[in-house]
């Protein structure tokens, strides 16, 4: 399956879904110049649902916390949705757990924002 990145806006929220299989070169940087896309045409109200990710490497990790740091600095929120087990067990191993805010889906981190 090839990776895919898409994005759907409700109201002020946008959630951006990846799907397929993350390898090295795939994400890294794709995934921040959608986000920061987004935070230019002015939404601060984000989630990434990763319900499409079978699994995910350190560099896809990696491009993920660089999405979350870089838009802590420009003051917008990101919420993860639909965590899969294998990548929620992994946030737990690497103490990243405690950065992100972490729905059940796509509606419930929508509906956190109100």
């Known amino acids: 399956m090839s990776f895919q990145i898409t994005e759907q806006l409700r109201g002020d929220v946008a959630v951006v879904a990846l799907r397929g299989d993350v390898t090295p070169g795939k994400i890294e940087g794709v995934l921040s110049g959608r986000m920061l896309s987004l935070v230019n045409r002015g939404y601060r109200k984000l989630v990434l649902n990763l319900e499409g990710l079978p699994s995910i490497d350190s560099i896809g990790l990696g491009e993920i916390v660089r999405c979350y740091t870089t ?13 899969p087990k294998k990548i929620v067990d992994l946030l737990r191993v690497t103490r990243l757990i405690l950065a992100f805010e972490l729905a059940a889906s796509d509606d419930e981190a929508v509906a956190s924002f109100r």
């Open 71 to 83: 838009l802590m600095r420009l003051g917008a929120t990101l919420k993860l949705a639909a965590v």
